[in-house]
């Protein structure tokens, strides 16, 4: 809402309902006029600019803010206790094993993906279709007509996977989504917050997965720590079971490309990029 602003909206609806500009408050016009209106603004990540901030007209504001139980003072950003918060050091080129593995061999469903631009969720979830025949998996961007059904179709657990870009991070309602999986992480911590927001709404259990390189993994952890004071834990899959699926890949880009030249073009490049490494998994949460 705040990013609209600027298009006065707000203040024709103020004026609307005053019946009288009210960019030039006083103190005196407040005691003489009850206001028959207030403004609540609700945000996960509420901004502390005092610019953007000073747009919405407010007087005398007040501010509630999320706690913890046993908190005594509140924290900028607070999840929900029934969030399960994991991340998951692998080489890039076997993200898309992983994603497959989750959701075909730990029937994840309801699984809302994140990518970080709308080629990627294409090219994501026509792979994910092929290595997952049984799952129906779809992807969604500002491009496409009718994302209203699309999200009724994922809601109701028409679709399984539903992958998209940071635009349905924020702002739109996506009902009943168990699980949420970073392809790409966030660039910032607030992205994370508004992405892992997808899930665990209103009392219910909900995770929030993200597949990190290893030069991001620090990085990424340490700021996670330090902003919401979480234990955020690793996530253990089977060794072989990705090794399988990372197998049925290369065959199905094989085809893709229509030769095998086109598809080890592919894989040995992202393999030498990760310098012929095996995907990196530590002891710790097993699925």
């Not at 996960?44 to 610019?51: F, N, P, V, Y």
């Not at 747009?55 to 929900?80: E, G, I, R």
């Not at 219910?204 to 290893?214: D, K, Q, R, Y």
Request: aromatic share 6%; proline share 4%.
């Amino acid at each position: 809402m705040m990013e609209n602003v600027q298009n006065d909206w707000l203040f024709y609806l103020q004026k609307h309902l005053d019946n009288q500009p009210i960019s030039h408050l006083t103190l005196n016009h407040r005691i003489n006029k009850i206001s028959k209106y207030q403004k609540l603004l609700f945000s996960a990540t509420l901004s502390t600019d005092a610019e953007r901030l000073k747009k919405l007209n407010l007087f005398q504001p007040v501010l509630f803010a999320a706690m913890k139980h046993n908190q005594d003072t509140p924290s900028k950003f607070v999840m929900p206790e029934q969030l399960k918060q994991y991340y998951l050091i692998v080489e890039p080129y076997l993200k898309p094993a992983v994603i497959a593995e989750l959701i075909s061999g730990h029937k994840w469903r309801r699984v809302l993906c994140f990518c970080k631009s709308a080629v990627e969720a294409d090219r994501l979830s026509n792979l994910i279709s092929q290595l997952c025949p049984d799952i129906k998996v779809r992807d969604i961007s500002s491009k496409i007509p009718n994302r209203v059904q699309l999200i009724h179709e994922f809601s109701v657990g028409h679709i399984d996977l539903l992958i998209c870009t940071d635009i349905m991070g924020r702002g739109i309602d996506i009902p009943n989504v168990r699980h949420v999986i970073s392809y790409d992480p966030a660039k910032h911590f607030k992205g994370y917050v508004h992405r892992a927001g997808r899930t665990a709404r209103a009392g219910t259990e909900g995770t929030v997965l993200t597949l990190l390189s290893n030069d991001q993994a620090n990085s990424f952890i340490q700021t996670l720590r330090h902003n919401n004071k979480v234990n955020i834990n690793e996530l253990e899959l089977s060794e072989l079971a990705l090794e399988k699926k990372s197998k049925l890949m290369e065959k199905i880009l094989q085809c893709f490309h229509g030769s095998t030249k086109a598809s080890n073009t592919y894989t040995n490049s992202n393999k030498s990029k990760a310098k012929n490494r095996r995907p990196q998994i530590k002891q710790s949460i097993v699925l």
